[in-house]
């Protein structure tokens, strides 16, 4: 897939998911055979008012690429001046946020763009006109149910194509509405129409999580590639899975044993540390361990100790307890350790 002339070597490519996927997840994540990466969010208004938060936002490291760097607002000029701006860091493409539902960031663009095509289309010509790299749209189905259809067809196709018209070089899905958050099924249809009305590439995005739904995204809806979200949290191994089954005879590679998956973590949560110092990374840590234990059994109290973390060697402790727990666990099934 290219986007513009950006090379992706790959159909999986991981979300920019705010508050989680910083540079420690990003690298892990491409360790593992993500395609691609896009930094968190990061206010164009912030940026170009010279808020060092939204700046350190968008440093990227030397085996950070090829990425994407996010932005979200809603006045064109900002944003054009914000995507100049941007590119002392190197991104090989910059994506407009159009699609985050959280209500702090609608009051000032993401999913709130939904409600005003034009607009969106002229952020994005403002953008694209200010970059010599390639500009895509990270977007949902639509504000609401309500506004799902418009004049007879999907209201996101109509979108895309006056985005597609204004400059953009590919559009990412998200197969719901603002609305709907991430709790119904993924309108798959409504993807589909996307990937038809334009001819950019698409990144479908929604409950992709393994190979068999990375398959059955792009198997119902045509996509280029899909976006990986809430299914990497705790388990960016899962590009290993997908790119094994899209590309060997649907070879499912099954979740690491427990000790594996401790071992991640740790390494995970050492990259935090090194990358924002002990204080901040271990209390960043806590979200990432809990999706880790996610599953295991005594995940439950493992989470209660994981809320108390105060250090690195906290975290390890933790993790041996629970390599024990299942190695008693395996002995009582009669199952080697």
Not at 219 to 227: K, L
Not at 243 to 256: G, M
Request: negative net charge; glycine residues 8%.
């Amino acid at each position: 897939m290219f986007i513009g002339n950006v090379e992706i070597k790959g159909k999986a490519v991981l979300a920019p998911l705010a508050g989680v996927a910083d540079r420690a997840m990003r690298e892990l994540c491409l360790g593992y055979g993500a395609a691609m990466i896009t930094s968190e969010m990061v206010s164009a208004k912030g940026f170009t008012m010279h808020d060092p938060k939204s700046r350190e936002l968008m440093v990227l490291s030397d085996m950070e690429h090829p990425a994407a760097i996010q932005l979200f607002g809603h006045e064109p000029e900002v944003l054009a001046e914000a995507a100049r701006r941007a590119m002392e860091f190197g991104p090989e493409i910059l994506d407009l946020n159009m699609g985050c539902p959280a209500p702090k960031i609608t009051r000032n663009g993401g999913a709130s763009l939904l409600k005003d095509p034009d607009l969106a289309a002229r952020i994005t010509e403002a953008v694209a006109n200010a970059v010599d790299i390639p500009v895509t749209v990270k977007m949902r189905t639509a504000w609401d149910e309500d506004r799902v259809f418009d004049g007879g067809e999907y209201a996101c196709a109509r979108l895309a194509r006056m985005l597609e018209n204004a400059g953009a070089a590919a559009i990412t899905i998200h197969g719901r509405t603002k609305t709907q958050m991430y709790a119904p099924p993924v309108n798959y249809d409504a993807i589909r129409a996307v990937k038809e009305a334009v001819s950019v590439p698409v990144i479908g995005n929604g409950d992709v999580r393994d190979g068999f739904s990375a398959a059955y995204m792009l198997e119902q809806t045509g996509v280029d590639a899909v976006m990986v979200g809430r299914g990497a949290m705790g388990r960016p191994w899962c590009f290993q899975q997908i790119n094994a089954y899209l590309s060997d005879e649907n070879r499912v590679i099954p979740e690491p044993p427990v000790a594996e998956r401790m071992r991640v973590m740790l390494q995970h949560a050492q990259a935090i540390i090194d990358n924002k110092g002990e204080y901040t990374g271990i209390r960043e840590t806590r979200k990432h361990a809990a999706w880790y234990v996610k599953g295991i059994r005594g995940a439950a109290q493992f989470r209660a100790a994981i809320g108390a973390l105060s250090s690195m060697d906290d975290l390890a402790r933790l993790a041996m307890d629970v390599i024990e727990m299942d190695r008693q666990d395996r002995e009582r099934q009669g199952q080697t350790p």
